[in-house]
């Protein structure tokens, strides 16, 4: 959510997806997740078009809103064939509309996860630095190396964000420069803070760019958001310059 808005003050058209059942994303977007006509949830279970089920939020990006349905809904898919490929077909006709196409995926390997990493061309993998979560990464690695092989293989790693950091903890830092030493260039040089403001946003319902852009949080997300954008050009230079080449 944050990201997203960070994004639209670029400016950059963008579309956030909330693939997760609890909608935080929707409800952080200022979007109420119980008065929603439609949803993610009729889109995956082809009862909606995913461009009827869009709405525009007041930081300038669209939202395709998720909420508790889509507990739901996972059970309905385990049935269908090509189940993991329900959100990569929705999403497809939209892919020129946006530069950005944004997923929040529930925190689990679900059948919603892998719809969402089977229809993303990447992964940004937010996490703490602590010894948790580095094992996690871990897991997750190795899961999308699976899912590259069997379902999606365009997808890799965007870039690791480290969250909630904080710098007095000594631990904090070395997990960080584990991660640096690990995956190198795919760690985002923008670090996301331990932040009160960041904290209070969401029950504003404002991203943090939109509650206090001025803020160490907001100030984060806003280069984070350039750091993407840079990205992005710098792959599509790289392609067009591969292409010209192959020419």
Sequence with gaps: MNLAAGLARAPQKVLLVDLDPQGNATMGSGVDKRAIEASITEVLLGESDAKSAIVRTAEDFDLLPGNIDLTAAEIQLMDRGEREQQLKAALEPLRADYDFILIDCPPALSLL?????????????????????????????????????????????????????????????????????HFGDKVFRTIVPRNVRLAEAPSHGQSIVGYDRASRGGVAYLGLAGEVVRRARERDVAAKKAQEAAA
């Design 113 to 181: 996860t892998l719809n969402a990493l089977t229809a993303a061309d990447s992964v940004i993998v937010p996490m703490q630095c602590e010894y948790y979560a580095l094992e996690g990464i871990s897991a997750l690695v190795e899961t999308i190396e699976a899912i590259r092989a069997r379902l999606n293989p365009k997808l890799e790693i965007e870039g690791v964000l480290r969250t909630m950091f904080d710098v007095r903890n000594n631990l904090a830092n070395a997990v960080s420069a584990e991660l640096i030493n």
